[in-house]
Every structure is written in C-alpha cells, then in structure tokens.
C-alpha cells in the first residue's frame, strides 16, 4: 500500500509521522532521541528503511544516529567529524579572524545511487562525505579550499552549510548554500567548487554582489530540471535557469520577501512555495495569518493558500529545513512550525490540515514516499 | 572498582538502562584520563559526548567533580582522590545547569 513516512526534527528529539496516500490518518511514533536537538533526519532514496538522523546538545556534542528499519531502531554511528588539514579562519560577527571550529550537523543527504553514501552539511561550514553508512567521515575540503573562506561569516543561527542538492541528471554536480556564504556548486563529485552568486544582491555586505558573503537560506529544484533553481535568501526570492551561473528576483507580488523554506511541487516544474516571514528582525509569520505562498508560474506570481491555516494571531516561524513534498499523484505538502505544528496539504496546497499541533519546535521536515 | 556517575542524558545516548552508578576495573594509575578511557572503551558512543575526540579537552558544559572538589581544571593526568580509586567515592561527571 502506498503512503508516507514524514521525518520531523525538533528541539527536543525526532518523530516519525506515517499514513496511507489519503494522508488523513496518521500514527506519531516518538519523541525519539528525547531531549536533544534533532536537526535533520532524511531517508536513503535507494534504501528507504535507511534514514540518518542528526542529533546535536550544546553539552554533549554531535551523534549521528542511523536506522535500517524505517526508523523504528536507531544506532549511533561516528560522529567525529575532523576538518582536513589546518582548519584556518573565517569572519567572526564583528569581522575579526576566528578560528574553524565543528559545532554540528544541520543536514543530511543520502545519495541518490548508493544507500551507504551520504553528505553532511555542518556548522562551521563544510562539507563531509562517508561512503560505508555513516561509520566514518571525511571532508570534502575543496569547498573550504576555494579561497574565499577567510571572507565567510555566520548568520545569526551560525555558519551553517544547510543546503545540499545532488542533481539527479548529473552525480557529480552538486550544489550547496551557506549562511553567510553563498551558493556553490562542484561539477566534478566535491573536489572542486565555485561561487554562483551572480545576480545575488545583499544589502548588508559593503560590496552588495560581492561574490560571497550572501545568507541564502534555502535552495530548491525539480528533479526533472536540475538547471533551474530557486532561492529563498535572507531578502528576496531568486531563480537561475542555467544552475545557478546568473540569478534574477522573482520575488513579485509576495508581501514581504524575507522567509527561509522555498520548495517545487513533485509534478509541476514551475510550482514553487514559500512562507513569507515579516522581516529578518521579527521572525514570524507575516501579519499573523499563516499564509503559504504558491507560485504556478515559477516566480513573480503569487498567491495565498491560507485554507486550514490560522489567520489570526499567529506568530510562528518555519525554518529553512521545515518544507518537504511527497511524490504521490496528488502532491503533498508539509512544513513545521516553531509552534510544533506540522501541516499536510495533500491536495498540493489548496487545502491544509495540522498532523499534529504541539510538538517541540520544529527544526526539519522530510518526507519519504512509501510503494 | 572505580565508580562512575554520568549526566541522564548519556545514560540515554549511550542505551543504558537506569541512571545509576557505572562501575570499572581501571588499573593503575587511576586518573581521570583513564578512568574516561574506560568509560570511553565500553560506550564508544560516548566519544566525543564528554571530551573532544582528539585533544581531550573537556567539553564546555562538563565539568568533573569528586569528593566534594571540582577536577575540572585539574590535570588529566593527576592521580585521583584514595577514595575514588577505592570506591568509596564516586567520580562525577556533571551537565552544566544552563538554560533557566
């Protein structure tokens, strides 16, 4: 029977959300890992019963946790994550050099041909591989080594490499975002990567296209069209139809363009969603109607999808990691909130419904399509 | 035996049942290197959960306290107290209280 497995990340541990296609009923199975920091957890596209999951504490560290039964067991694999060679500097807040230091994993991407390989993004930014399922870890530090690094800085969650993007036409291309970096990408497996932030404009940095320095909150594709992209960055919703080589705004009739999740409809290339957020000082939903914004065009119009959503006195936020599509024939649509909701519309936005509503604040949202 | 007692959260990360006391054959010398060694050696897990993997430094929010002192700024490599290393006392391994 088809249905979906939805993966959520909390501040307080993991839950895993199941239901057949209709997506009306729903078992909660969790808190599991209670307590810590859950930032990420996503499933093997070759293996789905493999699902890796990103346990963090300011006390304790980092553990990666791994299932091989759809989330029902966990063990914990490695969690040393060792930068290669001399770690250098980047920018602290106030510009001084400081020191690359690893705090933890933001985010987890199995790849998409090999149910033992997976990438880590990690804060302070790099990025790592391991090919035997999370038992070691090596870094891909031609990202650290393109010679921009001394010029990165973190945003205020940290300098965190949250996005990774594997092209599904091309495994050795990948692309990842940086806050505050930028946007990059490797066209030869992670050995070598370069900047692509032409078109990006930040209002903060002294030279507002430099070539990096821009915190890009999140970026989005559709697996049948790897080429185009589209961004959600602190300002401005961005699109690049030539991976990301010159990007243009398509933020449009959007009623504010700060916000961190973007996503693209599983069927429909030019269907993209976002949650606009009032501004990078007030981070809540805009106005307090919790509004999911729709785009069939691909950018620039917009429309509110606000049925089964709170219009009122609602001041949530929905983090860059917090948006996820399933693959089903009626696309589905989930985020959560950092009010501990997590929202289904499985009618591709038109209508939404709360799975559940007082989970600890929501960190990530991945869904895994079940055959 | 060396007695060891560990914040809950480590019990949990490292599938301990309970949050009571650990106990351990450490040989001599018993410092508090080794007897996290030995912690280290039967809880894999718990690498880099209480002191960085490589240098060994105690992580921020860890401090270790025995016989009513705190070891934390203590050398890792001085002897701990006689009544740790004859189990009277316990070694304690404490979570910062942070957060409110």
């Known amino acids: ?371 | 035996m060396i007695r060891v007692v560990l914040p809950a959260p480590l019990y949990r990360m490292a599938g301990i049942e309970g949050a009571g006391e650990l106990a351990f054959d450490v040989a001599a010398p018993v410092t508090q290197r080794t007897v996290l060694d030995a912690v280290e050696a039967r809880y894999p897990m718990l690498r880099g959960a209480i002191r960085d993997h490589d240098t060994k430094k105690r992580r921020p929010f860890i401090r270790f306290y025995a016989c009513e002192d705190d070891l934390s700024f203590a050398e890792l490599d001085d002897p701990l107290p006689a009544e740790v290393v004859d189990g009277r006392e316990p070694y304690l391994v404490i979570g910062a209280i942070a957060g409110g």
């Open chain 1, 1 to 371: 029977m088809r249905g979906v497995r939805v993966l959520v990340g909390t501040h307080k541990g993991g839950f895993v959300l199941t239901s057949d296609a209709k997506r009306e009923k729903w078992q909660v199975d969790g808190p599991f890992f209670a307590g810590f920091d859950i930032y990420h957890m996503k499933g093997s596209p070759v293996n789905p019963d493999r699902i890796y999951a990103s346990q963090s504490s300011g006390w304790f560290g980092q553990q990666v946790q791994r299932s091989d039964d759809g989330g029902k067991t966990w063990q914990p694999v490695d969690n040393k994550f060792t930068y290669d060679g001399v770690p250098g500097t980047h920018q602290w807040y106030d510009g001084t050099p400081h020191p690359w230091e690893f705090k933890r994993v933001w985010h987890l991407e199995p790849s998409l041909t090999d149910g033992d390989t997976v990438f880590a993004g990690v804060e302070d930014a790099a990025m790592f591989k391991s090919t035997d399922g999370g038992k070691s870890w090596h870094e891909l530090s031609g990202l650290r080594g393109h010679g921009t690094g001394p010029r990165w800085a973190p945003g205020a969650g940290g300098m965190c490499l949250h996005t990774i993007l594997i092209d599904p036409k091309n495994p050795q291309r990948m692309f990842i975002a940086i806050s505050a970096a930028g946007a990059f990408r490797t066209d030869d497996g992670g050995a070598t990567w370069k900047p692509i932030t032409k078109g990006l404009h930040s209002g903060f940095l002294p030279e507002p296209t430099a070539e990096v320095g821009h915190c890009v909150h999140r970026i989005a594709f559709h697996r049948s069209n790897p080429d185009t992209l589209f961004m959600q960055k602190h300002w401005d919703v961005m699109r690049s139809d030539n991976a990301g080589d010159q990007w243009h705004e398509v933020s449009g009739n959007l009623p504010t363009d700060f916000g961190f999740v973007i996503d693209v409809h599983a069927h429909e290339p030019e269907t993209v969603y976002v949650i606009p957020i009032t501004s990078d000082s007030e981070h809540y939903v805009h106005e307090g109607k919790l509004r999911v914004y729709r785009s069939k065009s691909g950018g620039n119009e917009w429309e509110p999808l606000t049925k089964g959503l709170p219009q009122q006195n609602c001041y949530v936020n929905v983090l860059r990691d917090a948006m996820a599509v399933d693959t089903l024939d009626d696309c589905g649509v989930y985020f959560g909130t950092t009010g501990g909701q997590v929202y289904v519309s499985p009618d591709g936005g038109d209508t939404w419904r709360a799975i559940v509503e007082h989970l600890p604040s929501v960190l990530s949202v991945e869904v895994q399509t079940l055959s």
